[in-house]
């Protein structure tokens, strides 16, 4: 099974800021990793796939990058609707598909 | 639109059995996978098992042997009946599709509780 680590637990960003979230494969996963958000509440929602794919209706403020072992999913300038957690997952090893253990992003 | 409505949550003793049920609307479970996910209180996501198209079927390991996912075609509807239930597996269960591999659209979610 592929572990996979997120970095950092907890980020505060000023509003406008970049925010930078790291996900860590514990073997590669090639580019089959996706990102989702989970807003207090709420299911989680699909933000990115293939890496740097943007789901449909995802703002280009949100983008991913990455390959191998090493993935970033980057808010080039953080909105105050962008407050939820944050998840990795790998899908190229499956079954099981993995989480990380996911980035809490809240407003400094 | 697309939409994913789980049903069939609630709270249960140890031991006993429950069936969740996922409602779809704006495509066909009969020409999607489909997945569950479930969230313990407070912790993050943890995959619990998938439907092919072709009718093969693949489980975590933390519930292989008690879980069957199974689906309606004709009601498009998912199902996940979970049998033999512990407290471990108390958690918001999501029904999701898989799609390029990833899960792109989700159910709000149904709560199951086990506890004596």
Not at chain 2, 14 to 20: E, I, T, V
Not at chain 2, 69 to 88: G, P
């Amino acid at each position: 099974e592929i572990v996979m680590t997120q970095s950092p637990a907890t980020l505060s960003v000023s509003p406008g800021e970049r925010a930078t979230l790291s996900c860590r494969a514990s073997q590669s996963v090639s580019s089959n990793l996706a990102w989702y958000q989970q807003k207090p509440g709420q299911a989680p929602r699909l933000l990115i796939y293939e890496t740097s794919t943007r789901a449909t209706g995802i703002p280009a403020r949100f983008s991913g990058s990455g390959s191998g072992t090493e993935f970033t999913l980057t808010i080039s300038s953080l909105q105050s609707e962008d407050v939820a957690v944050y998840y990795c997952q790998q899908y190229n090893n499956w079954p099981p598909w993995t989480f990380g253990q996911g980035t809490k992003v809240e407003i400094k | 639109e697309v939409q994913l409505v789980e049903t069939g949550g609630g709270l249960i003793r140890p031991g006993g059995s429950l069936r969740l049920s996922c409602a779809v609307s704006g495509f066909n479970v009969s020409s999607n996978y489909m997945t569950w996910v479930r969230q313990a209180p407070g912790k993050g996501l943890e995959w619990v098992s998938v439907f092919y198209v072709g009718g093969s079927t693949y489980y975590a390991d933390s519930v292989k042997g008690r879980f069957t996912i199974s689906k309606d075609n004709s009601k498009n509807i998912l199902y996940l009946h979970m049998n033999s239930l512990r407290a471990e597996d108390t958690a918001v269960y999501y029904c999701a599709r898989v799609e390029w591999d990833a899960f792109d659209f989700w159910g709000q979610g149904t709560m199951v509780s086990v506890s004596s």
